[in-house]
């Protein structure tokens, strides 16, 4: 600021003071506050675009970055219908730089009457258009389409003044020399309703990158670039209505689990800067837990052992300094209820943030857990490009990181902070288009396509991981993978129903280090790849390739056995183990075999299934921008588990599963005139029986995002384990439907089945060992183990007390029969198959 003008400028800020003082009765006024505050958080009333370009310093809001259509929007107050009238003002002013002349165009000042296609605040921040008004770079002013011929001194202070009375707007600019310029114009009465917001702009094109997210050089401090600060923001009228409740922050939102008595909670908090306190306290009960804030992934991580999991319990979360705070519930671990239900997601895009038709059903159906499988963000969502860690600092990029992982927080939070919550990172999370993890290794390719590995900074990559697993149960092993690369697989036991949450990208080998160059991308075989008469897929396999690797096997052979406190085993997971997707983009482009599933590698695939159904589990997953329900099958069709992938939260890129329109062979087809459906080997070959399929519409309806969600296939999973009937229900629901009153065609074809817990080991008994009538104890857990390998063949909590059990081999077996965990078995040896169906062997457990 110019200091030789003091005694003008406080001359001026009186006049302006008392022209801006809002008229009695109008308690929906609105003022900044920003006194005292240093941080890269504006404030609980406002959403700033983009997060890491603002910042408050000095008691001012300062855009401090140079960029298009950098804005603050004003969440907390709007201009409604039916009234008339308001005024916005603000004071604001051009950095000093040694080269004031060298100006790029641009501008800052107001938006305003600004509104979204779908009818929420929050879609507005993101992707509002309304009238704009301001001063120019050149110092003349501009209200709409019409500009000033009069200029202001845009290189020191200006005050902008907006009013809205009887369908006109007039905008007054006076800067610190007296200088006052007016503009007015003739608008429309919806032309002023809605939501208002600061904009400082810079005229300048947005290259592209190949992932297809914006490009976009930050530019900090250049002479002559567009950046201002803006203090003393006011808006007030009789058309100002004030939603208080829509302030969001410091705390923005917590995760929980809750597993064997282990309570874990993440809380996420707002970039607070050198305003930041040294912890967050969490209350429950009468305890206060104090722990650290990390200052990179902005959470606080509590971890409570002995949690109390018979009850529900109230808390709340708070930081020292702030007077809002954070409340939620820890529900009680739902060990009695018939039924745990598990909402599924994948695939978040923002065309339909903040997804309330999903949020709102699912509100509706209360389940018992949310499973976010990956996907959570993507490069392109909130606008503005990304920055890579390879060429911009690590806390510069985890600020762009978090401004879009908090479009998910501030679109699921309320269903977020009373029941627990399970997020799997997958590829766009860490900003690749695709990722085979290699064990953490360092991509040299920066796609990863080629090598594998991981293209972000380790450092980034794990506070990435914090923001979304923190909360998650401790990992079965935690030993970082290369580069110091944390990991999460381990289990998760909650409502009798024993989870294994594996990470299948982390470990899987790039396919370009283990398969033949070949043109095109290493993951995609496209048709002029191979000769497709007399191609063989299993030429794809490779006994080199990982898939999860030796130490999750070792997990899930481990977890597979344990069924302490549990009715069902379900593996979670990024992405299913068959290879569907075979019609991928707008114009289907047919592809041979798409790589980037867990289909492939072939061997490594089949060896998890077998690990898997030894458990009897049940697969839940995403990733494919498709639903479908899939029996797997390693030698044969339907001789492993079920899967469900799930829709898309809001599908962006489409891929189809259409076996019949290219005549691929089939077999068993599961109802009269429901296409695509049956026995199929798959891209790769692997053996898929496809129960259903939810492939998006030949055309979409555009009259809104939510109509071309809808035809794109969004919509979200819900999975029901029926304990007492020992039975699983997957749902598979569509975007625009309203899941109080369904109707037909609310979900996709095929929707909603019901399998039998022991569906998932599917395959066909070749001999079968005397009935077990057991004594002693209910619903006790059978293990069978084959004499000759020494190798467990199933373990399984069986639905009474008798049980025949089938084995594939006529040679002898252990059974271990009761409640292991307490140490309560019986153990039977050298126990023969028999084709006497009425064999009986009593056991009584002591």
Not at 25 to 46: C, H, I, L, N
Not at 49 to 65: H, I, N, S, T, Y
Not at 182 to 204: K, T, Y
Not at 690 to 709: C, F, H, M, Q, W
Request: charged share 25%; hydrophobic share 35%; glycine share 10%.
């Amino acid at each position: 600021m110019n200091s030789s003008s003091h005694i003008a400028r406080n001359t001026l800020l009186y006049i302006i003071l008392l022209a801006f003082t809002p008229l009695p009765g109008f308690a929906d006024a609105f003022k900044s506050d920003w006194d005292e505050k240093d941080r890269p958080w504006v404030g609980a009333e406002y959403w700033a675009a983009p997060l890491l370009d603002w910042r408050l310093k000095d008691g001012q809001l300062e855009c401090f970055v140079s960029g298009n259509n950098h804005l603050v929007f004003l969440t907390t107050h709007e201009a409604i219908d039916g009234a008339e009238g308001y005024q916005v003002s603000v004071r604001l002013g051009r950095f000093e730089t040694e080269d004031t002349l060298a100006v790029e165009n641009g501008w800052a000042g107001f938006r305003f009457g600004i509104k979204g296609e779908l009818p929420d605040f929050r879609h507005a921040a993101l992707f509002g258009k309304g009238m704009e008004a301001g001063v120019r770079t050149d110092g003349t002013l501009f209200l709409g389409k019409k500009s000033s011929s009069k200029k202001v001194d845009p290189s020191g202070e200006v005050t902008l003044l907006l009013t809205i009375k009887d369908g006109i707007a007039k905008l007054v600019a006076t800067d610190l020399q007296g200088e006052s310029v007016v503009i007015e114009s003739v608008i429309d009465r919806m032309a002023s309703v809605g939501h208002v917001a600061l904009v400082c702009h810079r005229d300048a094109p947005v290259s592209k990158n190949k992932a297809g997210a914006s490009a976009r050089k930050r530019t900090v401090a250049h002479g002559g670039d567009v950046r201002f600060w803006f203090d003393d923001w006011r808006v007030s009228g009789p058309q100002i209505s004030s939603y208080q409740e829509r302030a969001w922050g410091p705390i923005l939102w917590t995760q929980y689990s809750l597993s064997r008595g282990v309570m874990k909670m993440n809380a996420q908090l707002a970039p607070l800067g050198n305003d930041r306190p040294e912890h967050a306290i969490l209350t429950f009960g009468g305890t206060n837990l104090k722990v650290p804030i990390d200052p990179l992934s902005e959470t606080a991580t509590f971890r409570v052992e002995n949690w109390d999991d018979t009850r529900d319990h109230a808390f709340t979360v708070r930081l020292p300094g702030f007077e809002s705070s954070w409340s939620g519930t820890v529900r009680k671990d739902p060990v009695d209820k018939e039924e745990l239900v598990v909402a599924g997601f994948t695939g978040n895009t923002d065309y339909i943030f903040p997804d309330s038709r999903i949020v709102g059903n699912v509100t509706k159906q209360d389940p018992d857990v949310l499973f976010f499988s990956g996907d959570q963000i993507y490069e392109g969502v909130a606008g503005y490009g990304i920055q890579r860690t390879w060429d911009t600092p690590v806390e510069t990029v985890m600020l762009d990181y978090l401004r879009k992982w908090y479009l998910l927080g501030w679109a699921w939070k309320e269903l977020l902070r009373d029941r627990p919550s399970l997020f799997f990172p997958d590829d766009h999370d860490v900003y690749q288009g695709n990722i085979w993890g290699a064990n953490g290794r360092n991509s040299k390719t920066r796609g990863g396509f080629v090598d594998g590995g991981y293209t972000m900074n380790p450092i980034w990559v794990n506070a990435v991981q914090r923001t979304q697993c923190g909360h998650m149960p401790d990992p079965y092993d935690p030993t970082p993978v290369d580069q110091g690369i944390e990991v999460y697989y381990g289990d998760f036991n909650y409502g009798r129903v024993s989870f294994a949450m594996i990470e299948d990208r982390k470990f899987k080998s790039g396919p370009g280090t283990v398969l033949p160059a070949k043109g095109g991308r290493a993951d995609h075989v496209r048709p002029e790849d191979v000769d497709l008469k007399t191609w063989n897929p299993r030429t794809l396999d490779s006994p080199e390739a990982v898939l999860l690797g030796e130490r999750q096997l070792k997990f899930l052979d481990d977890w597979s056995a344990d069924w302490a406190k549990a009715d069902f085993k379900c593996v979670l997971s990024q992405t299913i183990f068959s290879n569907l997707a075979n019609y991928h983009g707008g114009n289907k482009q047919f592809l041979v075999a798409d790589l980037d599933s867990n289909g492939w590698p072939q061997s490594g695939r089949n060896t998890a299934l077998e690990v898997m159904r030894r458990g009897f589990a049940f697969h839940y997953a995403g990733d494919q921008h498709l639903p479908s329900i899939v029996h797997n099958g390693i030698n044969s069709w339907g001789d492993a588990g079920f899967s469900f992938c799930v829709p898309s939260i809001s599908a962006g890129y489409p891929r189809s599963w259409l076996p019949d329109v290219e005549g691929r062979p089939v077999q068993n087809r599961m109802e009269p005139g429901l296409e695509n459906t049956g026995e199929y080997l798959d891209g790769v070959g692997n053996f898929v029986t496809v129960y259903a399929i939810g492939n998006p519409e030949e055309e979409n309806r555009k009259d809104s995002p939510e109509t071309l969600g809808h035809d794109k296939s969004s919509g979200h999973g819900i999975v029901r384990f029926n304990r007492v009937k020992r039975e699983i229900t997957m749902e598979c629901w569509r975007l625009l439907v309203d899941v109080d009153n369904p109707r037909p065609g609310d979900q996709f074809p095929g929707w909603p089945k019901t399998i039998s817990l022991e569906d998932n080991y599917g395959r066909q008994a070749g001999a079968w060992l005397p009935t077990l009538k057991i004594e002693g104890m209910e619903r006790p857990v059978v293990q069978i183990i084959d004499e000759v390998s020494g190798g467990i063949v199933y373990t399984l909590r069986i639905g009474g007390n008798e049980f025949r059990p089938k084995v594939f081999t006529r040679r002898p077996h252990t059974i271990v029969v009761g409640e292991p965990s307490e140490g309560r078995v019986e153990k039977l040896v050298h126990v023969e198959p028999t084709e006497d169906d009425k064999a009986v062997i009593k056991v009584m457990v002591h």
